[in-house]
């Protein structure tokens, strides 16, 4: 979404001139309450998108989301920027599935994000439905990463042409909603 561009190195992010708010949210043990803080926090802070590769289960099979995590929702909807609204971005996940009953990423205030191959087709594995928002391109995409976490790229191991999936797409997504807020700060969620 950001990664500093103009330097010659690697890559260059969507908004390579943004600034970037990071939260650590990861494993079984992370509490609903966590899970609030996490979205209303980076709202306190300031963040205009919020990029989430994360879900609560399994997106092809139909669930509700818990209610506190729906007013976090709510609260980045109606409180961010300013009373503006900060858009929250969730990646459709890699199951090749259909997801309009994923409660997550068919709330009102979510944008669900698909991938999309070079050829602008749905990638095979990317999970599909109306909850759908939009599809961003996926595979492929230079990115940084940790020395042997992926194949490196031009033999440089902090970077890698490996990343893919809607958690690839959805930093994509978020670098075209900053763009969009930096032109016309006025914009709505």
Not at 165 to 175: I, R
Request: hydrophobic content about 35%.
């Amino acid at each position: 979404a950001a990664s500093i561009g103009n330097n010659e190195e690697g890559g260059a992010g969507v908004a390579y001139g943004a600034e970037v708010y990071g939260v650590r949210l990861l494993g079984d043990s992370v509490s609903m309450t966590e899970t609030y803080d996490s979205i209303t926090s980076s709202v306190d802070a300031g963040a205009s998108v919020l990029s989430n590769s994360w879900g609560f289960k399994n997106s092809c099979d139909g669930y509700d989301i818990p209610e506190l995590y729906k007013q976090a929702l709510r609260y980045a909807e109606e409180e961010g920027r300013g009373g503006l609204g900060s858009v929250v971005l969730h990646a459709a996940g890699n199951s090749n599935c259909d997801i309009s009953d994923d409660g997550l990423l068919a709330f009102e205030t979510v944008v669900a994000v698909a991938a999309l191959s070079a050829g602008d087709n749905k990638e095979g594995y990317s999970s599909y439905g109306t909850p759908i928002d939009i599809s961003a391109p996926s595979g492929g995409l230079i990115t940084t990463t940790l020395e042997g976490a992926y194949n490196s790229y031009k033999d440089n191991p902090l970077y890698t042409s490996d990343m893919s999936g809607t958690s690839a797409a959805t930093p994509l997504v978020a670098g075209v909603f900053a763009l969009m807020f930096s032109v016309n700060e006025r914009l709505t969620a």
